[in-house]
T-cell receptor
Framework: GIQVEQSPPDLILQEGANSTLRCNFS?????LQWFHQNPWGQLINLFY???GTKQNGRLSATTVATERYSLLYISSSQTTDSGVYFC???????????FGKGTKLSVKP | DVKVTQSSRYLVKRTGEKVFLECVQD?????MFWYRQDPGLGLRLIYF???????EKGDIPEGYSVSREKKERFSLILESASTNQTSMYLC?????????????FGPGTRLLVL
């Protein structure tokens, strides 16, 4: 099956800093999503982005499908950005998501 | 706003007990999913359902079963709980529309099996 690797596994930032999270995947996909899990465990969908670039406020994401990677950018980070960011992909007819192991982000005030 | 609710946030059970985890969504979504999340392993799919009375095995179905009698409700059943089923359980429902899909997650149930 498709392998999903996220980097870095852990990231500590000072409030106001920018960051880039990476997701590599091993095969072609027709679905790629980014999620944020807050410290209380709630998962929220951030982007559906199988290709191209999208922006939502301070967050943006770019997927280069031909090179099998996606990037999540967080600008001017805030303490509320803390949590775990997951990349999830799907390929083929079933379309069930395969999740990476996540990047744990800690934003310090 | 889409709402996915799970019956319990925290649950403590004993080995061998039968455990029911309930998930309800209020947006008439056809697709629903059960995942478990363990440290260092990310989320792994246990079972999913594309419609009422339909169920399909995910990546780690052993020791679990599911029930989907109504569209809004998807139940996960641990037939005989074991300590290696101590985990965080997450339910999700999915909508697919032009421009993409979105999975909506419940708040999770932290299950401890003693």
């Amino acid at each position: 099956g498709i392998q999903v690797e996220q980097s870095p596994p852990d990231l500590i930032l000072q409030e106001g800093a920018n960051s880039t999270l990476r997701c590599n995947f091993s095969d072609s996909v027709n679905n790629l999503q980014w999620f944020h899990q807050n410290p209380w465990g709630q998962l929220i969908n951030l982007f559906y982005i199988p290709s191209g670039t999208k922006q939502n406020g301070r967050l943006s994401a770019t997927t280069v499908a031909t090179e099998r990677y996606s990037l999540l950018y967080i600008s001017s980070s805030q303490t509320t950005d803390s949590g775990v960011y997951f990349c999830a992909v799907a390929g083929g007819s079933q379309g069930n998501l395969i999740f990476g192991k996540g990047t744990k982000l800690s934003v310090k005030p | 706003d889409v709402k996915v609710t799970q019956s319990s946030r925290y649950l403590v059970k004993r080995t061998g007990e039968k455990v029911f985890l309930e998930c309800v969504q209020d947006m008439d979504h056809e697709n629903m999913f059960w995942y478990r999340q363990d440290p260092g392993l990310g989320l792994r799919l246990i079972y999913f359902s594309y419609d009422v009375k339909m169920k399909e095995k995910g990546d780690i179905p052993e020791g679990y079963s599911v029930s989907r009698e109504k569209k809004e409700r998807f139940s996960l059943i641990l037939e005989s709980a074991s300590t290696n089923q101590t985990s965080m359980y997450l339910c999700a429902s999915r909508t697919i529309r032009q421009g993409g899909e979105t999975q909506y997650f419940g708040p999770g149930t932290r299950l401890l099996v003693l």
